[in-house]
């Protein structure tokens, strides 16, 4: 493995999410909403998620920068890195398709919204979460910079710590005790743990 392999799986790992989550994205456009909560707060937690996962570690891939932040690159860690950027994937797909029509990229309700709780939900809350966590969990273990690398741990720990209660709450409002219940039996991120 060589620093520039490693750039080219963070590079691949994020176009095969961009295609993995495209189709969704376009049926969440045609399909009507219930209650959005798509805010300004919302927009700029979505940016500070996108600039720590896309916009600086492209920045460093493409330009080094920057420099002064770079640490020796160790081979065994972006092995890691790629592993838990396969693993992020197949996490990514599988809540895709276990939320069908539910999902949104943002805090929104549809209209005929049901209430998910069974495969990976049945663990986990919040399982589209999990994956993001571990993109950047795998971007840190890419790229040797400590500016770069752990800058998607930081965009989407932010978007997470202040929507994830959000969230939480919304869905309260809208299936009552039957996600307080679910609230009761599951983690929102790591089984039996968090």
Same mark, same amino acid.
């Given at each position: &493995?060589? $620093? ?13 999410? #961009? ?16 209650? +959005? *909560? ?13 600039? @720590?996962? @896309?916009? =600086? ?6 330009? @080094?920068?920057?420099?002064?932040? +770079?640490?020796?690159?160790?081979? =065994? ?27 949104? +990229?943002?805090?929104?309700?549809? %209209? *005929?919204?049901?209430l998910v709780t069974d495969g990976l939900y049945r663990y986990v809350r919040h399982p589209m979460y999990s994956a993001f966590f571990m993109w ?7 790229? $040797?910079?400590?500016?770069? @690398? ?11 710590? #202040?929507?994830?209660?959000? %969230? %939480?709450? &919304? &869905?309260?409002?809208?299936?009552? +005790? %039957?996600?307080?219940?679910? &609230? ?5 991120? =790591?089984?039996?743990?968090?």
């Amino acid at each position: &493995m060589t $620093p520039a392999i490693a750039k080219a799986i963070l590079v691949i790992g994020a176009v095969s999410w #961009f295609i993995i989550r495209w189709p969704h994205q376009r049926r969440s456009w045609k399909t009507k909403t219930r209650l +959005d *909560q798509r805010s300004t707060r919302e927009k700029v937690l979505l940016t500070c998620s996108f600039t @720590g996962l @896309g916009i =600086i570690p492209f920045f460093y891939v493409i330009s @080094g920068r920057p420099r002064f932040a +770079d640490y020796t690159f160790q081979p =065994i860690l972006a092995y890691l890195g790629a592993a838990v950027f396969v693993a992020s994937l197949w996490l990514f797909y599988r809540v895709h398709r276990e939320l069908g029509r539910n999902w949104s +990229d943002s805090l929104e309700v549809r %209209e *005929q919204h049901a209430l998910v709780t069974d495969g990976l939900y049945r663990y986990v809350r919040h399982p589209m979460y999990s994956a993001f966590f571990m993109w950047a969990v795998a971007q840190a273990l890419l790229l $040797p910079n400590w500016i770069a @690398g752990l800058s998607g741990l930081v965009g989407f720990g932010t978007l997470f710590l #202040f929507r994830v209660g959000k %969230e %939480e709450e &919304m &869905m309260l409002n809208s299936f009552g +005790d %039957e996600y307080r219940a679910y &609230m009761k039996r599951t983690a929102r991120l =790591i089984p039996g743990i968090y």
